[in-house]
């Protein structure tokens, strides 16, 4: 009997990327089992946290790494960790920030919505934020203007596909925190494939997801400078109690490191690549449909499926209305636009998409 018969759960078709409340993604059966082996021992947890540690900094080249138990955990305890420099005594008092140092400057087109805002993950650790810019475009004289401000704990950016208006350079950013001494977090939750890159732009601290693109199970890593990673872990003693890895998180975390080294990155690209150029070709027969390939918008070796659809919302909604489910990217339905993301997808769950596309469009 499957898990999902066992538990009277809906079986879906996830074709709507690294969502969390469908499950976020699939972890290989060496990560399943590297867990399993994980849950029924003891184990030192710092020790476990100091392999981790030489983990991440291994394959990011930061000086250190943390597991948090998921990103948005990492983006609460970052801010913490700028505040109080892992000090006993403010990692105790948070979210009282008497006497510390409390703003956190963010571009407002990086106000994101994740199943919450990250400004309540910020507020969350007793800051404030102050925003800089607006939604269209924050440049770096309204970032230069809010970082010379008074109390100021950092800067926060975000690298999505979720941050709005114009890009922002985000190593000139964090240049100019660095020249007022003020450090800088970037949360770059569904980039890992990319945090080498997010960490050459000078940012203290890089906060990435396990459970997205890694495969792990649910946790966050942090990877950055030594003494500001050991603040973000001093959290422990604090508001990151609620907020713990597991151990079965951290070993699952270990396991996903080790398989993402050794896999043929170059391979794994062309393979998804020719996964979405086929089905972009299946699509493409259906009458009244235009149909795309689309690279990810942060540079993501990632490309998903656009369809231009008559009433996308009606669309999207049969899809989920259907046996089973089948999820897509809705968030431009206004434009009659559906994204599809096929990297967890496997060949009989594609073919289950294209006939539903078939059935629903003609
Ligand atoms: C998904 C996401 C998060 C939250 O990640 P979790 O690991 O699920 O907490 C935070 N920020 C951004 C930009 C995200 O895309």
Redesign the pocket.
């Known amino acids: 009997m499957s898990i999902h018969d066992r538990y009277r759960l809906s079986v879906v078709i996830n074709a709507r990327g690294t969502y969390?409340p469908l499950g976020v993604s699939r972890s290989s059966d060496a990560v399943a089992a590297a867990v399993a082996e994980a849950l029924p021992e003891f184990f030192v947890l710092d020790e476990l946290r100091d392999r981790a540690s030489e983990a991440i900094a291994q394959i990011t080249g930061a000086q250190a790494g943390a597991v948090v138990h998921?990103?948005?955990?990492g983006?609460t305890l970052a801010v913490a960790a700028t505040m109080t420099g892992g000090d006993p005594r403010r990692t105790a008092a948070l979210p009282d920030t008497t006497d510390m140092h409390n703003r956190v400057v963010l571009p407002a087109c990086h106000v994101?919505d994740?199943g919450h805002s990250?400004l309540q993950g910020i507020r969350l650790a007793g800051a404030q934020v102050d925003l800089a810019g607006d939604e269209d475009a924050c440049t770096l004289a309204d970032l230069e203007a809010e970082l010379d401000g008074p109390d100021v704990a950092c800067l926060m950016l975000?690298s999505?596909r979720?941050t709005r208006g114009e890009p922002i350079d985000l190593a000139a950013a964090i240049k100019a925190a660095h020249r007022r001494g003020v450090p800088a977090i970037i949360?770059g939750?569904?980039q890992f494939p990319q945090i080498a890159d997010l960490l050459a732009t000078g940012a203290d601290l890089v906060l990435v997801?396990g459970?997205?693109y890694l495969g792990s199970p649910t946790a966050?890593l942090v990877a950055g400078s030594w003494p500001l990673v050991q603040a973000v872990r001093a959290q422990d003693k604090g508001i990151g109690r609620v907020m713990k890895p597991t151990k079965e998180a951290i070993i699952g975390v270990l396991a996903a490191l080790e398989e993402w080294q050794a896999i043929d990155r170059v391979k794994w690209q062309a393979d998804e690549r020719a996964k979405v150029d086929a089905f972009v070709a299946a699509v493409s027969r259906i009458p009244g449909i235009v149909v795309t390939a689309v690279p990810d918008p942060t540079g993501l070796q990632v490309s998903r499926v656009l369809l231009k659809v008559d009433d996308a919302k009606r669309i999207a909604t049969e899809l989920e209305a259907g046996s089973p489910p089948i999820y897509v990217m809705t968030d431009r339905v206004d434009d009659d636009e559906l994204m599809l993301e096929l990297v967890p997808l496997n060949a009989e769950e594609i073919a289950a998409v294209l006939a539903r596309l078939w059935a629903v469009l003609t």
């Open positions: 969390t998921c990103t948005a955990a983006i994101v994740y990250n975000v999505s979720l949360d939750a569904a997801s459970q997205k966050g």
